[in-house]
């Protein structure tokens, strides 16, 4: 009768019939399994998500907005919760951000938003909407939903009240997105129309489940998505091919209330980076730009300033100048005294 091995000696037996290489794969096998952060194959083809910790925003929020070792930093009203992060409170006259202090320098990205708005106003006695962001300057309060005017990259809107009291089509909350190379304003008035590349109606507010919203970046096309129905399922809001966004923007989000109010808060924010597949043809094509635009709509040429004088180049300005003055007050006193004696011969 053979001997019965104990838990030991079915571990030694079971060790030595395992080659290096099966180890080698056992141990892959159980990161992948333990780090539950790995690549994610989304949509069709070869691309897959990588979650960016460093651009990424989720509970609990510790260290936010304080000290300088936080990612992300508050500006204005913002609080931070337990729950979420309050942008505005429902109270008039208030404006708060959050930003992310590192650039992002990712080609490819898909930035996730998790947010609520919810407040006791009654229909079209609310307002006013938040921002997402990712833009070459941050922490610049103004009047874009708490941020500055003629920005420079992208924003997307989620607007809930129609400024324009003549338009009748569009049906509010609603979402719409702008590329600005800085010279372009947010109309207000006119909820943004004359500047934007796409929007739709997205009914956000005082609902009793989770809303999300997405923004991908992927070969100059920019698609934005939203999951607003409590089905978790994406649902397609606005798709603009040959949009160029240069690289090394941040991303942040933000919020304003005036005569109306409402409560705007965001609950996470999470950054992946896609990688995805190029031919060479789309290598050359998608090289990096310096200033954001799209393909088809014309901005306004942004002229560069001037480099300020060196010391050296100031100087010479200034003395060839005098120069010049000297050399032009001589040749009109000699002009002068030509005219002088060519009258007295006339006289005499």
Avoid at 103 to 110: A, H, K, M, N, S
Avoid at 160 to 181: D, G, H, L
Avoid at 231 to 254: A, Q
Avoid at 319 to 332: D, M, P, T, Y
Wanted: net charge positive; hydrophobic share 40%; glycine share 10%.
């Amino acid at each position: 009768m053979a001997a019965i091995l104990g838990p030991s000696g079915w571990w030694q037996r079971w060790r030595r019939c395992l080659s290096a290489r099966d180890w080698s794969r056992m141990l892959l096998l159980l990161l992948l399994l333990g780090s539950g952060q790995g690549p994610r194959q989304v949509g069709a083809g070869q691309t897959f998500e990588y979650l960016k910790r460093e651009h990424s925003l989720s509970k609990p929020y510790q260290g936010v907005g304080t000290g300088g070792s936080s990612l992300w930093n508050l500006m204005g009203n913002a609080m931070v919760m337990t729950q979420y992060i309050r942008l505005t409170p429902d109270m008039q006259s208030k404006q708060g951000a959050l930003w992310n202090r590192v650039p992002c320098f990712l080609r490819d990205w898909e930035l996730q938003v998790h947010f609520k708005i919810h407040g006791q106003g009654k229909k079209n006695l609310h307002g006013d909407g938040l921002a997402i962001w990712y833009t070459k300057d941050r922490m610049q309060p103004g009047p874009v939903f708490g941020n500055m005017d003629k920005f420079v990259g992208l924003g997307v809107f989620i607007d809930t009240y129609p400024n324009e009291e003549k338009q009748q089509e569009r049906v509010f909350p609603y979402i719409s997105a702008m590329v600005n190379n800085g010279s372009l304003s947010y109309d207000h008035e006119r909820d943004g129309r004359p500047t934007e590349l796409g929007g739709c109606t997205a009914i956000v507010r005082n609902l009793h489940y989770d809303t999300f919203l997405v923004i991908r970046y992927v070969k100059r096309h920019l698609t934005i998505m939203m999951d607003i129905d409590g089905k978790h399922e994406w649902r397609d809001c606005i798709e603009v091919p040959g949009v160029r966004l240069p690289r090394g923007y941040y991303f942040g989000t933000s919020s304003i209330t005036g005569d109306l109010s409402d409560n705007h808060d965001v609950i996470s924010l999470k950054l992946f980076e896609l990688t995805v597949e190029r031919t060479p043809e789309e290598e050359k094509l998608h090289r990096d730009v310096f200033l954001p635009s799209v393909d088809n709509m014309k901005l306004p040429e942004m002229t560069a300033p001037l480099p300020p004088l060196s010391g050296l180049a100031l100087f010479l300005i200034v003395f060839f100048s005098l120069v010049f003055s000297v050399f032009a007050i001589v040749i009109g006193i000699i002009l002068y005294n030509k005219w002088q004696e060519q009258s007295r011969k006339r006289f005499y």
